[in-house]
């Protein structure tokens, strides 16, 4: 009990001593030290020194520079929630960036389930980088796996209801990762064949699928 009142009672005495400082001069544990010894405008400091750089690092790992805003504060009513359990022996910056990072891994995670970002991975992909569409993820969860393995159900199902010629050039480009030369090769057409075929297969596959997926 001794070493517990000898403690807390330094640990107060370092935040009152770090209040008699500016904020800004202030290291980021210091600042979290201050703040829960009452200090005004530490914790303030500390979203205002993070806030643009957890923003810009969110929009590059999602995308949506708005939602990045959204993301940031709620990283923040985390860090609020849970600073008094904060070591300050450890750095406030790999804590507060790994919060932003999970926040950032569960937004990719929501929008995989989307039924019209579903339908948007598998129309916006078709250049000339012929990499199959990939569905087995052994990684992800089981309920992040259910949904990927629904959806090579629909896939398969819907690559099924294509004209014959359609689904077969359409299942060696997109699933099997064919080159059109290969392609070509296989079904005994000549290249711009193969690529009107290719053409004419996607827009049927996304018309029907997207019916589907809303």
Not at 45 to 62: A, N, S
Request: charged share 30%; proline share 3%.
């Amino acid at each position: 009990m001794r070493d517990q009142h000898s403690s807390a009672g330094a640990t107060d005495a370092a935040g009152q001593e770090l209040l008699a400082r500016r904020p800004a001069e202030l290291s980021d544990e210091e600042l979290v030290t201050a703040h829960l010894a009452g200090g005004e405008g530490a914790f303030q400091e500390l979203f205002y020194r993070y806030r643009d750089r957890l923003v810009h690092f969110i929009t590059r790992k999602t995308g949506d520079p708005d939602r990045a805003q959204d993301l940031v504060q709620e990283a923040f009513i985390r860090v609020t929630r849970h600073l008094h359990r904060f070591d300050t022996s450890k750095k406030f910056s790999t804590w507060v960036y790994t919060i932003a990072s999970n926040l950032s891994k569960n937004e990719l995670r929501n929008r995989s389930r989307s039924p019209l970002v579903l339908f948007q991975k598998l129309t916006s992909g078709w250049d000339d980088d012929h990499r199959p569409l990939q569905f087995e993820d052994l990684s992800l969860r089981p309920d992040d796996l259910y949904h990927k393995r629904f959806l090579q159900r629909l896939v398969e199902d819907t690559v099924e209801k294509l004209p014959e010629h359609h689904r077969l050039v359409f299942r060696l480009r997109e699933l099997e990762g064919k080159s059109y030369e290969e392609i070509s090769e296989i079904t005994g057409v000549n290249l711009g064949t193969v690529k009107s075929r290719l053409h004419r297969a996607r827009s049927s596959f996304a018309q029907r699928i997207k019916h589907l997926l809303n």
